[in-house]
């Protein structure tokens, strides 16, 4: 009888500890990456990537192993140093964006896939930044709806100066018969 009450009792133990096993990842720093404000050089225009490290950790007792980092559009890409970590060990989640066609706050976000119990359907973590442009120009092309020749079409584009500094436009230039007004 002994035997049997000591077996339990190892059993319950056992599958208490397991339990209690498992891998667990930190995002070190929180689950947002602000830049904060990002001045674009445009003259000349310039492709521009914000660039930051993030750290990863494992926070639990057992081995993480982190499958997949996936974006949620184009402009960002993930670079993981290492996918499996063990208990207390780091790694480096680099994040590039690209930045060179954006303008004003931007928010974008990465999920993370790993093996611990709050990342099995994805650990989200976002990213932000202030892009500041001394002058935007919206939109920017010129469409037409539907051009006659012979007939006037309109199209519109707003310049905005975002910069304390005066700015000029200099020179518009339209060929082959195309004619600009200015208006306001």
Same mark, same amino acid.
Not at 89 to 104: D, F, K, M, P
Not at 163 to 170: C, M, R
């Given at each position: 009888?002994n035997?049997?009450?000591?077996?339990?009792?190892?059993?319950?133990a056992?599958?208490?500890?397991?339990v209690y096993?498992q891998p667990?990842?930190?995002?070190?720093?929180?689950?947002?990456y602000?830049?904060g404000?990002?001045?674009?050089?445009?003259?000349?225009?310039?492709?521009?990537?914000?660039d930051?490290?993030?750290?990863l950790k494992n926070?639990?007792?057992?081995?993480l +192993?982190?499958?997949?980092v996936?974006v949620g559009?184009?402009?960002?890409?993930?670079?993981? @140093?290492k996918?499996?970590?063990?208990?207390?060990?780091?790694t480096?989640?680099?994040?590039?964006?690209?930045?060179?066609?954006?303008s004003?706050?931007?928010?974008?976000?990465?999920?993370i896939f790993?093996?611990? @119990?709050?990342?099995?359907?994805g650990?989200?973590m976002?990213?932000?930044?202030?892009?500041?442009?001394?002058?935007?120009?919206?939109?920017q092309?010129?469409? #037409?709806? @539907?051009?006659?020749?012979?007939?006037?079409?309109?199209?519109?584009t707003?310049?905005?100066?975002?910069d304390?500094?005066? #700015?000029? +436009?200099s020179?518009?230039?339209?060929?082959?018969g195309v004619?600009?007004?200015?208006?306001?």
């Amino acid at each position: 009888m002994n035997r049997i009450v000591l077996a339990m009792i190892a059993l319950v133990a056992f599958a208490s500890v397991s339990v209690y096993a498992q891998p667990k990842l930190e995002i070190v720093g929180g689950e947002t990456y602000d830049w904060g404000k990002v001045e674009v050089k445009e003259n000349p225009l310039k492709m521009v990537t914000l660039d930051a490290n993030v750290k990863l950790k494992n926070v639990g007792n057992q081995e993480l +192993i982190i499958d997949t980092v996936k974006v949620g559009c184009g402009c960002t890409h993930p670079t993981l @140093e290492k996918k499996n970590l063990k208990p207390g060990e780091t790694t480096n989640l680099g994040i590039g964006l690209n930045v060179a066609l954006q303008s004003g706050e931007i928010f974008k976000n990465l999920t993370i896939f790993a093996n611990d @119990e709050g990342s099995k359907n994805g650990r989200i973590m976002y990213l932000k930044a202030n892009i500041f442009r001394p002058i935007t120009v919206t939109p920017q092309s010129l469409n #037409f709806n @539907e051009v006659v020749p012979g007939e006037t079409a309109h199209s519109y584009t707003t310049f905005k100066n975002n910069d304390t500094k005066p #700015f000029t +436009i200099s020179r518009l230039l339209a060929t082959k018969g195309v004619k600009l007004e200015k208006t306001g």
